[in-house]
C-alpha cells in the first residue's frame, strides 16, 4: 500500500533514551560498574580518597570527564585510559544520533491502517485492469464503490493531490516503480498481501516450459534478478531514503561490542595481574612473619632451658652439698650468700 507521507519532527519527551536500545543500557551500566569496581580495587590499598562509593560514582564522572580522583597506581591508570577511549566513542555516537533524531524532518504515513480505511469509506486506487480490484473487494472488505480504478501509474500522483483517493494499492514491483518516479511524499506502508505472483503460459506440452522454468530458476538462484531489479531502480537520482519512514537507526550492544570486549579484557587483565602481585607480597610477608616466630620461638625455648639449669643448679647446692661458706661463691655466688644470712649457723 502506498500513501501520502508527512514531515514531522520529534517531540517525544523520552527521546533522549531513544539513540540506544534497552540493551545497550544496561550494558553501559553493567559495563561502568564493572570499570569502577576494577578500578577501586587497585586504588583501595594505598589511596585512601577512593572509597567502596567510588564504584558507583567515578564511571559516571568519566562519562562527562569529570573525574578529579587522582589515580596512583598504574593498572588503574590503564583501565582508566582504556575507558575514556570506550567513553569518548559512546557519547560521539549518542550525540551524532541525538541530533538527527531532533533536527532532521522524519517522513511519516499519513495512513497506516487498512482497516481505518475501511470504517472510513475512503477511496483507495488501483489499476482497473488489474486482479488487485477483485482482491480488494472480495477477500480484503473494501466496498466497491470505494475502489477508484485508475489506468495509468502516472494518474495516481493527481488523485492524491486532488483527494480522489487516499492510498493507492499496487503489485510490489509496480510500487517500487511508483516510488521511484515520484521521490517525495509518498511511501509505502501497511501489511503486505501474498499474491500468486506473475507466470509465463505456454501451450500444453511445449518443451519451452522446462527451458524457461529452469533459466528462471538459475537467475533467481543466482542473483541476476535481485542485482537486474536493484540496477533498474537505483538509476533514477532520487534518495530511496525519502521514500521510506524515516526513522533515525538506533544503536545496540552489537555496535560496541568491540570496544567493550577491549575495556573488559584490558580490566580483567590488570586483575590477575593485581592478584598475582598481591599473593607474592602476602607470600613474603608470611615468610617474613614464619621467620620471625621461628626466631622468637628459639628464644623462648633457650630462655626456658637457662631457667630450669640455674633452677635445677640451684636446688642442687641447696640440698646435695649444703650450705656453702660466703668465701665459696661462684657464678651463683649471690644467690647462695643471700640464702646463707636467713640460716642458723
Same mark, same amino acid.
Given at each position: 500500500?502506498?500513501?501520502?507521507?508527512?514531515?514531522?519532527?520529534?517531540?517525544?519527551?523520552?527521546?533522549?533514551?531513544?539513540?540506544?536500545?534497552?540493551?545497550?543500557?544496561?550494558?553501559?551500566?553493567?559495563?561502568?560498574?564493572?570499570?569502577?569496581?576494577?578500578?577501586?580495587?587497585?586504588?583501595?590499598?594505598?589511596?585512601?580518597?577512593?572509597?567502596?562509593? /567510588?564504584?558507583?560514582?567515578?564511571?559516571?564522572?568519566?562519562?562527562? !570527564?569529570?573525574?578529579?580522583? &587522582?589515580?596512583?597506581?598504574? =593498572? *588503574?591508570?590503564?583501565?582508566?585510559?582504556?575507558?575514556?577511549?570506550?567513553?569518548?566513542?559512546?557519547?560521539?555516537?549518542?550525540?551524532?544520533?541525538?541530533?538527527?533524531?531532533?533536527?532532521?524532518?522524519?517522513?511519516?504515513?499519513?495512513?497506516?491502517?487498512?482497516?481505518?480505511?475501511?470504517?472510513?469509506?475512503?477511496?483507495?486506487?488501483?489499476?482497473?485492469?488489474?486482479?488487485?480490484?477483485?482482491?480488494?473487494?472480495?477477500?480484503?472488505?473494501?466496498?466497491?464503490?470505494?475502489?477508484?480504478?485508475?489506468?495509468?501509474?502516472?494518474?495516481?500522483?493527481?488523485?492524491?493531490?486532488?483527494?480522489?483517493?487516499?492510498?493507492?494499492?499496487?503489485?510490489?514491483?509496480?510500487?517500487?516503480?511508483?516510488?521511484?518516479?515520484?521521490?517525495?511524499?509518498? /511511501?509505502?506502508?501497511?501489511?503486505?498481501?501474498?499474491?500468486?505472483? !506473475?507466470?509465463?503460459?505456454? &501451450?500444453?506440452?511445449?518443451? =519451452? *516450459?522446462?527451458?524457461?522454468?529452469?533459466?528462471?530458476?538459475?537467475?533467481?538462484?543466482?542473483?541476476?534478478?535481485?542485482?537486474?531489479?536493484?540496477?533498474?531502480?537505483?538509476?533514477?537520482?532520487?534518495?530511496?531514503?525519502?521514500?521510506?519512514?524515516?526513522?533515525?537507526?538506533?544503536?545496540?550492544?552489537?555496535?560496541?561490542?568491540?570496544?567493550?570486549?577491549?575495556?573488559?579484557?584490558?580490566?580483567?587483565?590488570?586483575?590477575?595481574?593485581?592478584?598475582?602481585?598481591?599473593?607474592?607480597?602476602?607470600?613474603?610477608?608470611?615468610?617474613?612473619?614464619?621467620?620471625?616466630?621461628?626466631?622468637?620461638?628459639?628464644?623462648?625455648?633457650?630462655?626456658?632451658?637457662?631457667?630450669?639449669?640455674?633452677?635445677?643448679?640451684?636446688?642442687?647446692?641447696?640440698?646435695?652439698?649444703?650450705?656453702?661458706?660466703?668465701?665459696?661463691?661462684?657464678?651463683?655466688?649471690?644467690?647462695?650468700?643471700?640464702?646463707?644470712?636467713?640460716?642458723?649457723?
Amino acid at each position: 500500500m502506498v500513501v501520502t507521507a508527512k514531515s514531522q519532527k520529534t517531540e517525544e519527551g523520552w527521546i533522549f533514551l531513544r539513540p540506544f536500545t534497552k540493551e545497550l543500557w544496561i550494558a553501559m551500566i553493567f559495563m561502568s560498574i564493572f570499570t569502577g569496581f576494577v578500578i577501586w580495587m587497585h586504588e583501595s590499598e594505598k589511596n585512601p580518597e577512593f572509597k567502596l562509593a /567510588t564504584i558507583l560514582w567515578f564511571p559516571v564522572s568519566t562519562l562527562f !570527564f569529570a573525574h578529579r580522583e &587522582p589515580i596512583e597506581n598504574n =593498572l *588503574a591508570r590503564i583501565v582508566v585510559g582504556t575507558w575514556l577511549f570506550v567513553v569518548l566513542i559512546v557519547i560521539s555516537s549518542y550525540t551524532a544520533i541525538l541530533t538527527s533524531m531532533f533536527t532532521v524532518a522524519r517522513l511519516e504515513p499519513s495512513m497506516v491502517n487498512v482497516e481505518f480505511l475501511k470504517k472510513t469509506h475512503a477511496s483507495v486506487g488501483c489499476n482497473g485492469n488489474s486482479f488487485i480490484v477483485r482482491y480488494l473487494v472480495d477477500v480484503v472488505g473494501f466496498k466497491k464503490e470505494n475502489v477508484k480504478r485508475i489506468n495509468s501509474i502516472d494518474d495516481y500522483p493527481s488523485a492524491f493531490q486532488n483527494k480522489d483517493i487516499a492510498a493507492a494499492f499496487f503489485v510490489t514491483l509496480h510500487a517500487k516503480v511508483f516510488l521511484m518516479k515520484n521521490c517525495e511524499g509518498y /511511501t509505502m506502508t501497511g501489511p503486505t498481501y501474498k499474491l500468486g505472483g !506473475f507466470g509465463f503460459v505456454f &501451450p500444453k506440452g511445449s518443451p =519451452l *516450459a522446462f527451458d524457461i522454468s529452469e533459466a528462471i530458476l538459475k537467475a533467481t538462484e543466482g542473483g541476476e534478478i535481485q542485482m537486474l531489479e536493484d540496477n533498474m531502480l537505483s538509476s533514477n537520482n532520487c534518495s530511496n531514503s525519502l521514500n521510506k519512514i524515516g526513522e533515525v537507526s538506533v544503536l545496540g550492544p552489537k555496535t560496541f561490542r568491540v570496544p567493550f570486549i577491549l575495556s573488559a579484557s584490558v580490566s580483567v587483565v590488570t586483575i590477575f595481574i593485581n592478584i598475582f602481585s598481591r599473593y607474592r607480597e602476602y607470600r613474603e610477608h608470611m615468610r617474613l612473619l614464619l621467620e620471625h616466630i621461628i626466631i622468637w620461638g628459639r628464644t623462648v625455648i633457650d630462655n626456658v632451658k637457662n631457667s630450669i639449669r640455674t633452677a635445677c643448679h640451684f636446688f642442687w647446692r641447696i640440698y646435695g652439698k649444703g650450705v656453702k661458706k660466703p668465701d665459696d661463691v661462684d657464678r651463683h655466688g649471690t644467690i647462695e650468700l643471700a640464702i646463707q644470712n636467713i640460716t642458723p649457723s
